[in-house]
């Protein structure tokens, strides 16, 4: 429109990050116009000449009113600066999608009812403070959003630190690797025994089952769990035996290895895939679990307190996991076959894979790419023809 009518102007946007400082340093000179976005907002000072001064100092003109009163007072903010000179206007619409969404219905028919005309100017307190509410309504959904958003990454984060300190001991604590250990197969027995036995008095049955579990995990006959002295009198007395015994047959493995720091690097290596190896599909699953857990407010629950409670159940079942895999791992481990290096080589190909994803895998990736069409910029008219910006049409 200004440039058909033949008014000299710039445009201060991200484009023009070259010809920024130029821009706004003649931004204050007079008859000048700059059409800026939001982007000359907080930090942007225009310096005014003495001649624009003396024709009354800047003059913002807006043309929409944001979602939040604080860019407004940021843009509002460039004239009247250290007691310069200025003004500040803001026109909107009625069906801008902030009075549409917030507070459209009431407004246009109230207007209506007054005979306001399409094409008329509305001056008005009234519907100056209806935008305001609008704005204050979108500020406080948007503030529940943060806030529930930093709620749900705290149940994370609090469940990222019990792991970071487990691969932190693992990674700096060498020689308290055979500790970890123990203490990993002393609360996998406990979580065994919780599960098939619930009650203080055994039952044949019971017996059978955990040891067979056992014979799973370890690799153990389960006949060697019979012969090793294992009292059945309750099941306190069977899980302080079993464990005693499992700890037993660990001690042993160590001593039989002739190189004991090939023992701890498997042993360390083992750990940290395992723990990896969880942690990943458990943020993966808690991102599920994130995505529908706002459908449990129709049965009338709090969804927050329900992620809480669901999310602390899969670190539970997590953790259990990752003991037993341990164990696992450790009674069937084989110094023969463990080659640190290819393990290392390995994962650094896995993360090299996850840094290329999103990548083009065929043909020279040092290539770089090439448009062939022109480049159609956010505010731009859309190339559909429907006379809508780009980011308001195709782009969104």
């Not at 009650?199 to 049955?205: C, P, Y």
Request: net charge neutral; glycine share 8%; hydrophobic share 35%.
């Amino acid at each position: 429109i200004l440039t058909l009518n033949g008014i000299s102007h710039d445009v201060l946007n991200a484009k023009q990050h070259i010809r920024e400082a130029e821009i706004i340093m003649h931004a204050g000179e007079p008859k000048h116009v700059t059409i800026a976005t939001n982007m000359a907002g907080r930090g942007t000072d225009i310096k005014l000449t003495p001649e624009s001064v003396a024709a009354g100092g800047l003059y913002i003109l807006g043309t929409e009113r944001h979602e939040s009163r604080r860019i407004d007072n940021q843009l509002r903010g460039r004239s009247g600066r250290q007691g310069d000179p200025g003004e500040s206007r803001f026109y909107i619409s009625l069906e801008d999608d902030l009075i549409h969404i917030f507070a459209g219905e009431k407004l246009q028919k109230n207007m209506k009812r007054f005979g306001m005309t399409e094409d008329e100017a509305i001056e008005s307190k009234w519907v100056s403070k209806t935008i305001e509410n609008a704005q204050e309504k979108v500020e406080k959904q948007n503030f529940e959003i943060r806030k529930h958003l930093l709620e749900y990454d705290d149940v994370l984060n609090q469940q990222r630190i019990v792991i970071y300190t487990y691969r932190r001991e693992i990674l700096e604590g060498a020689t308290q690797i055979y500790g970890l250990v123990r203490d990993f197969i002393t609360k996998m027995v406990q979580d065994i025994i919780a599960q098939f036995c619930p009650k203080r008095s055994l039952t044949a049955e019971q017996i059978k089952e955990v040891f067979e579990y056992f014979n799973k995990i370890t690799g153990l006959d389960t006949q060697v769990f019979e012969k090793a002295g294992i009292s059945y009198k309750n099941s306190e007395e069977f899980k302080r035996d079993i464990v005693n015994f499992l700890l037993e047959q660990y001690s042993l493995f160590r001593k039989g290895q002739q190189d004991d720091r090939l023992t701890q690097g498997a042993e360390k290596w083992l750990m940290l895939e395992t723990i990896d190896h969880a942690w990943k599909r458990h943020m993966l699953n808690l991102d599920h679990l994130k995505e529908g857990i706002s459908l449990r407010s129709w049965g009338q629950k709090n969804p927050l307190i329900e992620y809480k409670k669901e999310a602390f159940t899969m670190f539970q079942d997590m953790m259990c996991s990752i003991r037993v895999d341990i164990v696992h791992h450790i009674f069937h481990l084989n110094l023969e076959r463990f080659n640190h290096q290819e393990l290392e080589e390995k994962r650094k190909r896995e993360l090299e894979q996850l840094n290329l994803i999103g990548g083009d895998s065929g043909g020279d990736s040092s290539k770089p790419v090439q448009r062939t069409t022109e480049k159609v910029g956010r505010n731009d008219p859309c190339p559909c023809g429907s006379g809508k910006k780009y980011k308001k049409c195709c782009g969104s």
